[in-house]
């Protein structure tokens, strides 16, 4: 696998002596390449990415930094506009989820407390916020039990936050590979027509590998335009590979 990878980004004209491979190579190798391109998130989610240890203290913020108020009282629950708390991974809502698919969402009802990840609620429970008065001029004590409230809610739901999150991410790199192959497959056609079907693939496969280093590079260091480097520079290898297999082909004849 790294001589392959070696080749790939340092020698791409010869990738060609990988096309007799048996299909499970590139295979293995493109699984090899999403595992390294999602590392940086599962150490992400082991240093408890999913929940900022300083939550507690956003959410206080977030109280006196919104404009608009909400109140729980005999059980009924009034706001004004649509009122709604954010945090950087969390929006809190009320009596309304915000069911976005990008976004962590923190409901609160006038009698139960949920969380949607993604737009799936994966957690519930009835909670006793009755009295509860929330503005940028709210009282100390409901802001206290309002903040505790949902602070360990979030904190007892994190290990199903965290599931979703890499199931989300595996399911997102998943269809990123699939049009990046698609992609890559159409244009090679047009590179050079007279490479088979399989071999092609293999070399686009094979090409990635750049991609997906760069990827988790960027991912690591949180430089976005790392990731763009490192797809230019697969296309670079593709298209290389394949005229070197025009060329043997002319050699032949």
């Known amino acids: ?8 980004l340092f020698k791409p004209r010869i990738l060609a002596k990988y096309l007799a491979d ?3 190579y590139p295979i293995m190798f493109l699984v090899l390449m999403l595992l390294i391109s999602i590392a940086p998130f599962s150490l992400a989610l082991k240093n408890g990415y999913a929940i900022l240890p300083n939550e507690y203290d956003l959410i206080k913020e977030a109280i006196s930094s919104t404009a608009g108020e909400v109140k729980i009282e005999a059980g009924k629950m009034t706001k004004s506009n649509d009122y709604m708390l954010k945090t950087q ?5 009320f009596d309304s989820p915000n069911l976005s698919l990008m976004s962590t969402v923190v409901n609160i009802t006038a009698s139960e407390i949920e969380v ?9 429970k ?3 916020l009755d009295n509860l008065c929330l503005n940028q001029d709210a009282s100390a004590e409901d802001i206290f039990e309002f903040s505790y409230l949902v602070y360990n809610f979030i904190k007892e739901t994190e290990p199903r936050v965290k599931v979703m999150f890499a199931i989300y991410t ?3 790199e998943l269809i990123y590979v699939v049009a990046l192959l698609l992609i890559f497959y159409i244009v090679g056609a047009f590179i050079n027509p007279i490479v088979r079907k399989k071999f092609r693939l293999y070399l686009i496969i094979y090409s990635l590998c750049a991609f997906y280093l760069f990827n988790a590079l960027s991912r690591l260091v949180d430089i976005e335009v790392l990731s763009y480097v490192g797809l230019a520079y697969s296309f670079v290898i593709y298209y290389k590979a394949l005229k070197a297999i025009v060329k043997i ?5």
Do not use: C, Q, S
Not at 89 to 93: L, V
């Open 170 to 172: 595996l399911i997102d």
């Open 126 to 128: 009835p909670h006793n």
């Open 89 to 93: 991974y969390f929006i809190y809502t």
């Open 22 to 24: 048996k299909m499970y």
């Open 249 to 253: 082909e002319v050699r032949k004849g």
């Open 1 to 8: 696998m790294l001589n392959r990878m070696a080749t790939a």
């Open 116 to 124: 949607y990840e993604y737009g799936i609620r994966i957690n519930t």
